[in-house]
Nanobody, 121 residues
Framework: QVQLVESGGGLVQPGGSLRLSCAASGSIFAIYTMGWYRQAPGKQRDLVATITSGGRIDYADSVKGRFTISRDNAKNTVYLQMDSLKPEDTAVYYC???????????????WGQGTQVTVSS
């Protein structure tokens, strides 16, 4: 069984920075895609950024130039460095892993529990 545990959320002023981390645990051989999504109150869950094991990266237009996604394949961990934060970045941020090779077979679409990010003065 695969679990994703996020950390690093909190309250920050506009223009500030936060770094989110998400570690995957379990009998994992490899993870193809890891990424971050966010959900603001009353809105749908949207893509923020994804990164494949080969290093291909995709960002939502709203975060390009401000957020940086990275991963440590050896640690099965993905990071999201968020700079120049805006109030509209306020949301619950969820980690996602897809294409997880485990001792029990391939696991798809695993989510973390979410971490709150609030940008406010």
């Amino acid at each position: 069984q695969v679990q994703l545990v996020e950390s690093g959320g909190g309250l920050v002023q506009p223009g500030g920075s936060l770094r989110l981390s998400c570690a995957a645990s379990g009998s994992i051989f490899a993870i193809y895609t890891m990424g971050w999504y966010r959900q603001a109150p009353g809105k749908q869950r949207d893509l923020v950024a994804t990164i494949t094991s080969g290093g291909r990266i995709d960002y939502a237009d709203s975060v390009k130039g401000r957020f940086t996604i990275s991963r440590d394949n050896a640690k099965n961990t993905v990071y999201l460095q968020m700079d120049s934060l805006k109030p509209e970045d306020t949301a619950v941020y969820y980690c996602n892993a897809d294409g997880i090779a485990t001792t029990s077979g391939m696991v798809r679409g695993t989510w973390g529990q979410g971490t709150q990010v609030t940008v406010s003065s």
